[in-house]
């Protein structure tokens, strides 16, 4: 069977009418206001378009869903798969358009749930909710709709949290299971490691038996 396009999946969901379903809205600065499609009427429309459609969150090295910066505002990032096409939306964990910091769990679990919304607004769906009067781009069929870090980059950015927790692990074992988390998040992005014997590495730099 013929894989679907990007182009299909964006001429089918863009044609979608979400208007009537954003019931819910917040003040993101001083007279502008954004509308949302709750998630779960998202899901209904996709259940009935595309519903092999997927979705996961990345962990950070300790295997939480979200990730913080050092001024403790985060953000939380949405792998979104529709028809073997997959793109991963970033947003940050916010209220009326400013990044909380240390934001609680209500809050986290908010930010996920319209990350999944507006990682579908990138497939098509409600893509209107983020623009006034501007006309849909027209992709070409070969033509990869993505502003992502690449591959390298996001295994250098999850390796770069890594290490200083690593660093302060008080033996082997510790050590291990901090760097298992590191493999599971380059696994639940759907990313391999090309850094040969790194764990090695490691235990070489720690003082660790590496047998």
């Not at 999946?9 to 863009?14: D, G, N, V």
């Not at 507006?118 to 070409?140: H, I, N, Q």
């Amino acid at each position: 069977m013929e894989q679907v396009t990007r182009a299909q999946i964006w001429a089918k969901l863009s044609e979608v009418s979400v208007k009537d379903f954003c019931t819910e809205a917040e003040e993101i600065e001083e007279g502008k206001v954004l509308s949302y499609l709750p998630w779960m009427k998202a899901h209904e429309i996709m259940m009935d378009n595309y519903p092999e459609y997927r979705w996961e969150f990345s962990e950070d090295p300790t295997g939480r869903e979200v990730h913080y910066f050092d001024d403790g505002t985060a953000e939380v990032r949405c792998r979104m798969t529709v028809e073997g096409h997959t793109n991963i939306t970033y947003l940050p964990v916010h209220r009326k358009g400013k990044a909380i910091t240390n934001p609680n769990s209500m809050q986290i679990n908010v930010a996920k749930q319209r990350a999944r919304v507006k990682a579908l607004g990138e497939f098509g769906l409600g893509y209107t909710m983020w623009l006034d009067s501007v006309p849909a781009p027209e992709y070409r069929d070969n033509e990869v709709k993505s502003e992502q870090l690449s591959d390298k980059e996001q295994i250098d950015e999850l390796w770069a949290v890594t290490v200083p927790l690593l660093k302060e692990a008080t033996n082997q074992e510790a050590g291990l299971k901090i760097y298992k988390r590191f493999t599971r998040s380059l696994e639940n992005s759907g990313l391999v490691d090309t850094v040969p014997k790194r764990w090695q590495t490691v235990c070489k730099k720690q003082g660790w038996n590496t047998k």
